[in-house]
């Protein structure tokens, strides 16, 4: 009980760091109506890369890579790290998600200090998960960026904007023109990153997933996001 409220205050005051008070607010606001369901804002960004990157310096103790199959339970033991309050059945939820984009052709894009994996960073093609019960359709040129995460004690260092810029390199290297990522609206870490690569606002929902259903209640607040909002998966040759 003591290590769970000692986990929930240094997340508190994580979130402060980073994102601000309000945001702080906000969180706790989402947490007190999670017996009904969960309500998010959340914006999607597009990446025109026809444009030059802006290229970051990258930690020179740093090591990025496209993770293999060895990576797989490094990777596991960073994911349990960063989700310690989960229980056992919703972490094995997340492991067989991250099996089924190996399986699917996803990248996971890694960051390394010597042999220990400190970030990871996804790249979706063809399909992927929104938001709320609903699927993305992507174009044969476009990608989408999802799931960065860095440990603890390495933020703040510059890992993220190095490995992010190597994602973009990457698909812009292999004539990919646009990419997408979506972030809760209330985050200002991922917007940090996306005002340093010049990512553009696509548009603005309004998120209700009732407790317990498959599906959410979705209210476009801001921009056309039908191609994001889809029903199902599509079918992919």
């Known amino acids: 009980m003591i290590s769970r409220l000692q986990y929930l205050f240094k997340r508190c005051g994580e979130v402060i760091r980073y994102n601000g008070l309000m945001v702080l607010l906000w969180q706790l606001l989402q947490r007190g109506v999670q017996r009904f369901g969960g309500f998010d804002l959340v914006t999607f960004f597009i990446k025109d890369l026809s444009q030059p990157i ?9 090591a990025i890579t496209i993770a293999t199959e060895s990576d797989i339970e490094p990777l596991f033991e960073l994911l349990r790290d ?7 059945s919703r972490m094995q939820e997340y492991k067989d998600l991250v099996l089924s984009r190996f ?3 996803c990248l996971c894009f890694l960051g390394k200090i010597g042999q220990e994996i400190i970030h990871y ?6 399909w992927e998960r ?4 609903r699927f993305m359709h992507l174009k044969n040129d476009e990608a ?3 799931d960065g995460f860095t440990s603890d004690k390495w933020r703040g260092k510059g890992i993220h904007p190095a490995v992010h810029y190597q994602m973009l390199h990457y698909l812009q290297q292999r004539g990919y023109l646009k990419a997408y990522t979506i972030a809760n609206t209330d985050n200002r870490s991922s917007k940090k990153t996306h005002k340093l690569f010049d990512w553009s606002t696509l548009g603005i929902i309004f998120c209700f997933t009732p407790r317990g ?5 979705i209210l476009t607040l801001k921009g056309d996001l039908a191609n994001f ?3 199902q998966i599509p079918n992919v040759s």
């Open 144 to 146: 989408y960026c999802l």
């Open 121 to 126: 960073n996804w790249i979706s093609f063809h």
């Open 103 to 105: 399986q699917r052709g």
């Open 82 to 88: 960063q989700h310690k309050t989960w229980e056992f």
């Open 229 to 231: 909002l889809k029903e």
């Open 213 to 217: 259903a498959s599906k959410g209640w």
């Open 130 to 133: 929104s938001w709320g019960g």
């Open 54 to 62: 802006n290229e970051v310096k990258k930690p020179a103790n740093l």
